[in-house]
């Protein structure tokens, strides 16, 4: 299997895939904020997550479609990326812990326990890149990606946009520590 420790991770993503998850994400949900404000009084947490995820997928194809070594993946509906043989990532709303948000299919519990699934390169490396929103939905924290184990998240990164980066290093480790008990 390929290695799926946080360092290895995201140095090989480092510097374009951290620049292009984080922005796909960013612009993703500044689009849908620009929605009419009554459009937006309208949408549930629920709707307005549908709307940024498909704004992100069409971001995504605008910026990786002609790319070498990374591929869109339909599978059973489930819209992944391949990177190369060794990681796939999947676009989503996330929790502060890197948690997809929605209520998880069978499908997502399988991705998420790294069981095969039709037409997903084996052993690649799966992972969660998402945004978290702040407690009024309405700005985003922090773009993430984390690395699923079961219903447990093994690590959590935050993408420190490129601006923002200190010392060349574009993540931080913002896996929460478990306590003792």
Known sequence: MPADDLEAVMSSFAPTFLDDFDQICRLSHARYRRYP??????????????CT?????????RRWT????IKPLDIRGRKVWAIGAEVVVRLKKTDEDG????YPTRQDQDYDRGLPL?????PAVRLTVGYLLSPTQTEI??????????RQIEWC??????ELA???????????????G
């Open 118 to 122: 039709p037409g997903l390169p084996e």
């Open 141 to 150: 924290v922090r773009i993430q990606i984390s690395k699923p184990l079961g």
């Open 37 to 50: 404000a009554a459009d937006l009084l309208e949408h549930d947490g629920r709707a307005a997550a549908a």
């Open 157 to 162: 990164a935050a993408i420190v946009p490129a």
């Open 66 to 69: 002609d790319r070498p070594g």
């Open 166 to 180: 200190v010392g060349g290093r574009q993540w931080e480790d913002v896996t929460r520590q478990r306590g003792f």
């Open 99 to 102: 948690r997809s948000r929605n």
């Open 53 to 61: 995820y498909c704004h992100m997928y069409e971001e995504a194809i």
